[in-house]
């Protein structure tokens, strides 16, 4: 029977496609997930196994999901298909899977580039960007990995914020996602869902005659469920209060709200107020403000509630010993630590196991860091034996990464691990504290992986993405405990 040319060929590379698939052995590189078995690197690198790290790019406008164990790149995604032009990925929190290599849900904020080092490095990039909180999924069940969009939560929600984004814990667990944001001084709470709802949004204000700080609850348009508050509304000032300028010149009323964090063990949350170096710590049962606490060494506890009335809170706020920039808790909820810098530079450690928190109280600092570094991220493994913390420097000083006794409040190991070092997350198993560097200053960058027992840096992965945060992918719910929900 007569055979067309067409027909020829279509058999002919059936038959090569079944030969090249007989020649293939067990690390084809073809199947979604790599098998690195025989692979030098990878006799390293398989003690890592099961560890998935979101490592958002500062100025890449990307987003990777990295196999530590290969270790490989297995999907990446940039920010720009969503349309906002020069987007800048902030802040990033990733929500637990049993199988990350399967796949996992994330949330990632977008800020406008209009800050400092943003416009010394890339000055072109001053009026692009916008405000965004995307949730994202990474799929890996097929033959070739994908990250996508799920949710523009500030379209849905009608809210924009660019700052941080943690994810409930302990009797919050399942319920919550938070965003924060400090040019509108303004959080967000929602559910998990992929067409999230509104739970309850605040605002918070300060008055500098009567120096007094307001927290209120803010409410959407009864008409469309929505806030107006997209892109750039609502801003007081323009752009984010940078590392080290918590006390610059802006708007009187700003306070700087850089993000809210969730008690590992009872329903209460924590949101940072950078400026007046204060945490108020709300009630997720009612989304109540209980009480505000001052993080200065020097300073009351506690600041006075002056009135509450309807649906705000005010505090009297009569002076600021120190800003602050990040804070919360511990796993066991033993302890909620703040770092205040700036003026102090130091580590407030509050005893935060009362089911009343106007009965926490400080009883610890962590100090001797002089006026050059200052304590900014903070990093949790899951027995709370130790507590890692970012401390950072301007340019051209490196700054380090500083591991932290949670029984004696002393520093006991530091790490040079290079220049501008932001966000600290342990592996799964606990035995890693991961670490980036170069979120701002466009210069080297990448991950240091240290272990936690030994001090030893284990391994250094390079990365041009330029990393102000990043987060490993939890295995379960109890491991949310020690990611970027409880502390950031």
């Not at 030098?40 to 164990?69: C, R, W």
């Not at 706020?317 to 120190?322: G, I, K, M, Q």
């Not at 005893?351 to 002089?370: I, M, Q, Y």
Request: aromatic residues 10%.
């Amino acid at each position: 029977m007569p055979i067309s040319r067409r027909d020829f060929m279509k058999g002919s590379l059936a038959a090569g496609l079944a030969g090249v698939g007989g020649m293939l052995n067990s690390n084809s590189s073809l199947a979604a997930r790599h098998d690195f078995t025989g692979e030098p690197l990878h006799e390293f690198f398989k003690k890592f196994e099961g560890n998935v790290i979101l490592l958002p790019g500062k100025y890449s406008g990307t987003v990777q999901a990295m196999d530590l164990a290969g270790p490989e790149t297995l999907a990446w995604y940039n920010y720009g298909l969503t349309g906002v032009n020069m987007p800048i990925p902030h802040h990033i929190a990733a929500l637990p899977s049993a199988d990350p290599y399967k796949g996992f849900d994330f949330y990632q904020t977008m800020q406008p580039p209009m800050s400092p080092y943003v416009n010394e490095n890339s000055p072109e990039w001053r009026d692009r960007g916008d405000f965004k909180m995307f949730k994202m999924r990474y799929d890996g069940s097929g033959k070739q990995n994908s990250i996508h969009l799920v949710n523009d939560i500030a379209a849905t929600t009608g809210l924009a914020l660019g700052v941080h984004v943690s994810i409930g814990v302990g009797e919050n667990a399942h319920k919550y996602v938070a965003f924060a944001d400090g040019q509108k001084d303004m959080v967000l709470i929602t559910t998990l869902d992929d067409n999230p709802k509104i739970i309850k949004a605040f605002r918070a204000d300060y008055d500098p005659v009567a120096r007094q700080l307001n927290v209120s609850h803010v409410f959407p348009d009864p008409a469309t469920g929505k806030f107006d508050f997209q892109g750039r509304k609502g801003m007081k000032t323009s752009h984010e209060a940078m590392l080290g300028e918590e006390l610059m010149p802006a708007d009187p009323t700003a306070v700087f709200v850089d993000a809210f964090t969730w008690h590992p063990t009872l329903p209460f949350g924590a949101i940072l107020i950078r400026r007046l170096g204060c945490c108020a710590i709300v009630d997720t049962r009612t989304w109540e403000v209980v009480t505000l606490l001052s993080t200065a060494k020097g300073a009351p506890d506690n600041f006075p509630l002056v009135k509450q009335q309807g649906f705000k809170w005010t505090f009297s706020v009569p002076s600021v010993l120190t800003p602050l920039h990040e804070a919360g808790f511990i796993p066991s909820g033993e302890y909620f630590l703040a770092c205040n810098n700036v003026l102090q530079n130091n580590i407030a450690a509050y005893r935060s196991t009362d089911p009343n928190p106007l009965k926490w109280t400080k009883t610890a600092f962590v100090e001797g860091f002089g006026n050059k570094y200052l304590p900014l991220h903070m990093g949790n493994v899951p027995d709370s034996r130790w507590a890692f913390f970012t401390m950072w420097a301007r340019k051209p000083n490196n700054g380090y990464i500083c591991k932290v006794d949670t029984k004696t409040w002393k520093v006991v190991a530091k790490w040079d691990t290079g220049p501008d070092p932001h966000t600290c997350d342990c592996t799964v198993d606990g035995k890693y504290m991961t670490t980036v560097y170069s979120g701002n200053q466009s210069g080297q960058s990448g991950l240091v992986v240290i272990n936690v027992d030994t001090d030893k840096i284990e391994a250094r992965l390079p990365s041009p993405g330029g990393h102000h945060d990043h987060v490993v992918v939890p295995k379960d719910w109890e491991g949310m405990k020690s990611s970027r929900s409880t502390s950031v």
